[in-house]
C-alpha cells in the first residue's frame, strides 16, 4: 500500500466564524482506524518528592502537555519502568491527576476544579507498566500532572528511568513516546554514620 494511502488525510481547515477564520485540526488516522495525534503532547517534567532509599510517602509527579493542535485529547498514559535494579510498586488507588504542575498546584493540596477524573488505572507486572485513563479525556490546550504513588522508594540507588507513552482518544489508537523520567535515588548518609 502507498503510504499516501494508508494515511487519512491532515486537514487544517479554515472556518469563518463572524468573518474571522479559525483554524481546525482534524486527527490523523489511518485506513484500518487506528487514530494518531496530529502533534504529540510534550513530557515537560518528572520529579520525585523523596530522593533517597526506602522512603515511604514518595510521589512520582509526571508532568504533560497537550498542545493545541494535538487533533485529538489525551486518553491514556502508560509509565513503563525500563531501567532500575528494582522494580517499583504503586498503590494504584492512590493515583491522581490534576490540570497544571506540581508547583503550581502545590503538590497533593489541590483545588477541586483543578483535578481531572480518572477511568481504569492498572499495572502489568511483566512489563512493569502502569496505565492511567482519563474520563473524560484530556483536551488539546491543558498542562496535565499525573502524581503515582509507589508503596515506597526502591531500596537500591541508582538510576530509574520511566518511559512515558500517551495515547489519543479512541478504540484504536497509536501511543506516541514522548520521553523518559530520570530518577536518581541516593543510600541515606544518615544510616551509614560509621563510614567515613
Same mark, same amino acid.
Given at each position: 500500500?502507498?503510504?499516501?494511502? *494508508?494515511? %487519512?488525510?491532515?486537514? +487544517?481547515?479554515?472556518? +469563518? ?15 484500518? #482506524?487506528?487514530?494518531?495525534?496530529? $502533534?504529540?503532547?510534550?513530557?515537560? /517534567? ?16 509526571f ?7 494535538? #487533533?485529538?485529547s489525551?486518553? !491514556?498514559?502508560? =509509565?513503563?519502568?525500563r531501567?532500575? @535494579? ?13 490540570? %497544571?504542575?506540581? /508547583? ?7 483545588? !477541586?476544579?483543578?483535578?481531572?477524573t *480518572? ?15 482519563f ?6 490546550? $491543558?498542562?496535565?500532572? =499525573?502524581?503515582?504513588?509507589?508503596? !515506597?522508594?526502591?531500596?537500591?540507588? #541508582?538510576?530509574?528511568?520511566? %518511559?512515558?507513552? @500517551?495515547?489519543?482518544?479512541? /478504540?484504536k +489508537?497509536?501511543? $506516541?513516546?514522548?520521553?523518559? %523520567?530520570?530518577? $536518581? ?12
Open positions: 500500500m502507498r503510504v499516501a494511502t *494508508l494515511f %487519512g488525510i491532515t486537514l +487544517s481547515l479554515a472556518i +469563518s466564524i463572524g468573518g474571522v477564520a479559525v483554524p481546525v485540526t482534524q486527527a490523523v488516522q489511518l485506513r484500518d #482506524g487506528t487514530v494518531y495525534f496530529v $502533534q504529540p503532547p510534550k513530557l515537560v /517534567d518528572a520529579t520525585t518528592t523523596y530522593k533517597d532509599v526506602n522512603v515511604w510517602g514518595a510521589t512520582y509527579y508532568t504533560i502537555n497537550v498542545p493545541e493542535n494535538a #487533533g485529538e489525551l486518553q !491514556k498514559v502508560t =509509565i513503563a519502568q531501567e532500575g @535494579a528494582e522494580n517499583i510498586r504503586y498503590d494504584l488507588n492512590d493515583t491522581r491527576a490534576f490540570v %497544571g504542575t506540581s /508547583d503550581a498546584c502545590g503538590g497533593l493540596r489541590l483545588r !477541586k476544579e483543578s483535578r481531572l *480518572l477511568g481504569a488505572v492498572t499495572a502489568e507486572r511483566e512489563t512493569r507498566t502502569v496505565s492511567v485513563n474520563n473524560p479525556p484530556v483536551t488539546p490546550g $491543558q498542562t496535565v500532572t =499525573i502524581a503515582l504513588h509507589p508503596v !515506597k522508594n526502591p531500596s537500591f540507588s #541508582g538510576v530509574y528511568l520511566l %518511559g512515558v507513552t @500517551a495515547f489519543p482518544a479512541g /478504540d +489508537s497509536h501511543g $506516541q513516546f514522548l520521553g523518559f %523520567g530520570r530518577f $536518581q535515588f541516593y543510600s541515606n548518609r544518615s544510616n551509614n554514620w560509621w563510614f567515613p
